[in-house]
């Protein structure tokens, strides 16, 4: 196996607050292979687009990367020189956002914001970064590049805007290109067709995607591997065939069954996680997730489960795991919820914590 | 078509005397310079009692303001609204405030639309002040019983909504909506702004308030997915007309609007076998303005079936009903599995 291009290990981020340090990245570890496509997906607060950011040196205050490393082509972007970084990251790791227009500057011709991000790493004339602009407006399949190049990013539909964003993020011809939520904000035609660009620039250029979101089909769609996170940690990671078909964590597993699927021709009832996600500053004791699993046994209350092996390339950080839920705890007979359970309408007098 | 196992959470109401009748409605707001958006352009459809129908569409395509004219809260720029018998669109002052109360809508922002200075008691019990329901004891006792019904505590009637999650103030929500017994709640887009595995709370609540007290609902979202899952039949929009209705079961079975096609193969499914099959029906552009629509049918510009130029340019198709219980405002409503193979051939599986 080659060197990965991206090595992440026991990350830590914190912020500090009033209330106490939030563990918003706690000891995450995973590797990203040259030309691969790794979803990372996990609901609000669990920690995804806080470990992005922690890799772009761009966690916002208070927040701060308390421990680990993360290593690009074998050096520790934590710890080398601030210059040396940002030669880096920009350049080499590139990062798109989920909203486009209050990521571009609304006084800036979208032409001349790609050639900044060009210019920001290499000497090249204003003649030849104009061109290449265009080039990569027309790349990323912007209708009429050169008449938008001249326009102004409010001139744009959210879609065009997503793209010039992804132009901006290939000028420099990154490695990487991490991709927060970049769908979230659009129509799912828009975002059919974006999808379909990340995929040719992963195939074509090979450009590593590190893709950030909350949805599932979306990484199903694109991705060769995926990272469920959690409460600020991974629960499981392996090759989305895996994880798709015989997920071992209970939580991947009650996500993929919480989500109306459109090509389901049976209505099944949905299966929905009870409860909350966790607070962050004090979080519960032994696994994370325990107060929500419906397979908890009392190891789960105060041993933290280590992401151990499972399988070929998949690990999972569970004391029970799926297998065994099956086999001895019936979770087949749990997909048919039976009317109320799930929705908390019959824990009366009960506070439903949804 | 081969026969489809269907249990579905809700039963299915028979088709019967419709609840709410919209006669060729339109809604046309001021832009500049005179001319106007048409948001809702001369649609008609009925809702049927105790039915969960579902409208779909883009942003931009007119479903929130239907829903708000449905809902009573806008007034119409022509057309008819009829709720049992009476034409809602002929009713103004005290006459039309009485009926509203048939009428609730639950909200997308379950932050932007709780009042934040008000206690969730008073927030619930609004619509019955306003309606004079309830008051005293009688009133916070109801409160505290919607409270349980939609899954909270009933002593949390004294705190605000700051204290509770987005999806526990979504219940507040509709326990707000629930308050004055309405025939019809609108939703619009009710779980677009929660996380997974609270949608599904949600879903399951809606479905089990449904079953419970016989509610109807007009559930709008941009979501093809979800609202197939929680509707009996389904509605799409496109640019201020209805595009296709049906059965929620034989719209993605047998999709008859190249842009119902086009929606459904848009939507990513979590299954990596299931995407690598998929192929997308790709649109061509962007929506246009709704400030001047294309001529003909007004999908001409983006569809992949149009003949353009020819009768899809020219002519504007009429909704009709291509199947028994399917209508499509298409030309070529036949052709269009041609574009959606994948539709056509999915196994699908829960």
């Known amino acids: 196996m080659t060197t990965p291009l991206l090595q992440v290990s026991d990350l830590r981020t914190r912020f500090l607050t009033d209330d106490g340090a939030v563990q918003a990245v706690n000891g995450v570890s995973f590797d990203l292979h040259e030309g691969e496509a790794l979803g990372i997906v996990g609901e609000s607060g669990c920690g995804k687009s806080m470990t992005a950011l922690s890799i772009m040196g761009l966690v916002p205050e208070p927040g701060r990367v308390v421990g680990g490393e993360i290593r690009f082509r074998g050096q520790d972007l934590l710890r080398m020189r601030a210059e040396d970084v940002r030669e880096i990251r920009g350049r080499d790791i590139a990062m798109i956002f989920q909203d486009p227009l209050s990521s571009l500057n609304p006084v800036l011709r979208n032409g001349f914001q790609i050639e900044e991000a060009m210019l920001a790493h290499r000497d090249l004339s204003r003649r030849v970064s104009a061109e290449r602009a265009v080039s990569l407006l027309k790349k990323v399949h912007v209708p009429a590049p050169e008449a938008r190049a001249k326009d102004y990013p409010h001139q744009l539909s959210g879609g065009m805007r997503q793209r010039t964003m992804i132009a901006m993020g290939l000028a420099n011809e990154p490695a990487v290109l991490i991709a927060d939520e970049p769908t979230t904000a659009l129509d799912v035609t828009v975002q059919a067709q974006i999808l379909e660009l990340l995929r040719e620039l992963n195939r074509e250029l090979r450009t590593a995607i590190i893709m950030i979101t909350h949805n599932l089909g979306v990484v199903a769609g694109l991705c060769d591997r995926v990272i469920v996170m959690y409460a600020g940690q991974i629960v499981e990671e392996g090759p989305v065939d895996q994880i798709f078909e015989r997920p071992q964590h209970p939580y991947t597993w009650a996500l993929l069954r919480s989500v109306p699927r459109v090509d389901a021709l049976r209505h099944e009832r949905l299966r929905s996680i009870e409860g909350l996600p966790p607070d962050l500053i004090q979080p519960p004791s032994g696994c994370r997730f325990h107060p929500r699993c419906p397979f908890r046994v009392d190891r789960c209350f105060g041993d933290e489960p280590p992401l151990d092996p499972v399988g070929e390339g998949h690990r999972a950080a569970c004391w029970v795991r799926m297998a065994r839920a099956y086999d001895e705890m019936g979770a087949g007979s749990l997909v048919d919820v039976s009317p109320g359970a799930a929705s908390g309408i019959h824990a009366a007098g009960e506070e439903a914590r949804g | ?350």
């Open chain 2, 1 to 350: 078509m081969a026969e489809i196992d269907v249990v579905e959470p809700v039963p299915r109401p028979s088709a019967g005397e419709p609840l709410v009748r919209v006669e060729e409605v339109v809604k046309h707001f001021p832009a500049r310079l005179g001319a106007s958006v048409r948001a809702v352009d001369g649609l008609s459809f009925e809702v049927r009692r105790g039915e969960c129908l579902g409208l779909v569409g883009e942003s931009g395509c007119g479903k929130s303001t239907l829903g708000r004219l449905v809902a009573q809260l806008l007034p119409l720029t022509s057309g008819r609204i009829w709720f049992k018998d009476v034409d809602l669109s002929q009713l103004r002052g005290e006459k039309l405030r009485r009926q509203r109360r048939e009428f609730q809508m639950i909200f997308q922002d379950p932050y932007a639309s709780l009042d934040p200075r008000m206690t969730v008691g008073d927030i619930i019990a609004e619509p019955l002040d306003n309606f004079r329901v309830a008051r005293g004891r009688v009133r916070n006792e109801r409160v505290q019983e919607l409270l349980r019904t939609v899954g909270l505590n009933p002593n949390f009637n004294n705190r605000y909504p700051h204290e509770f999650s987005g999806g526990q103030r979504q219940r507040i929500g509709i326990a707000r909506a629930l308050a004055v017994q309405p025939s019809l709640i609108v939703c619009d887009e009710p779980i677009s702004a929660l996380d997974v595995s609270i949608q599904g709370q949600i879903i399951n609540l809606l479905q089990d308030l449904q079953r419970q007290f016989e509610l109807t609902y007009l559930f709008i979202a941009h979501d093809l997915a979800v609202v197939r899952y929680i509707s009996h039949r389904v509605m799409v929009m496109y640019l201020g007309k209805l595009v296709e209705v049906a059965d929620s079961v034989q719209i993605y079975a047998d999709p008859r609007h190249p842009y119902t096609a086009a929606l459904l193969s848009a939507i990513p499914v979590p299954d990596p076998k299931v995407e690598r099959k998929r192929r997308l029906v790709q649109l061509q552009g962007e929506i246009p303005s709704p400030i001047s629509p294309p001529s003909g049918c007004r999908f001409h510009t983006r569809c992949p079936i149009a003949r353009a130029p020819g009768v899809c340019s020219e002519e504007e198709p009429p909704l009709e009903e291509k199947s028994p219980g399917h209508w499509s405002a298409c030309h070529f409503a036949d052709e269009v599995g041609s574009v959606a193979p994948w539709a056509r051939t999915a196994s699908g599986g829960a």
